[in-house]
Nanobody
Framework: QVQLVESGGGLVQPGGSLRLSCAAS????????MAWFRQVPGKERELVAS???????NYANSVKGRFTISRDIAKDTVYLQMISLRPEDTAVYYC??????????WGQGTQVTVSS
């Protein structure tokens, strides 16, 4: 079992920045990948950004150039740095992990609200 705990969400004005953190309960260095998804009511959960074991990153077109995913293996934590936030970025953001055996885990989610 892997527990994922997100933090860092909140209310921010358009154009502002936030950094989300996802702390894992075990060593993330062996995970096949970790990712951030987001979901708004009535819509499907969508992939925002992912990072593989070899540090290859991938981003949704809507966040390219504004969001950066990174990981700190020593802290077993993955981050999502978000800048130039827009109202349409408002969502619950979820951390996701796939272990070396391809077991999938989700965090409980953290709310991000972009509003003036």
């Amino acid at each position: 079992q892997v527990q994922l705990v997100e933090s860092g969400g909140g209310l921010v004005q358009p154009g502002g920045s936030l950094r989300l953190s996802c702390a894992a309960s075990r060593n993330i260095g062996s995970f096949n990948f970790m990712a951030w998804f987001r979901q708004v009511p009535g819509k499907e959960r969508e992939l925002v950004a992912s990072i593989t074991r070899s540090n290859t990153t991938n981003y949704a077109n809507s966040v390219k150039g504004r969001f950066t995913i990174s990981r700190d293996i020593a802290k077993d934590t993955v981050y999502l740095q978000m800048i130039s936030l827009r109202p349409e970025d408002t969502a619950v953001y979820y951390c996701n992990a796939a272990t070396a055996s391809w077991s999938m885990y989700w965090g409980q989610g953290t709310q991000v609200t972009v509003s003036s």
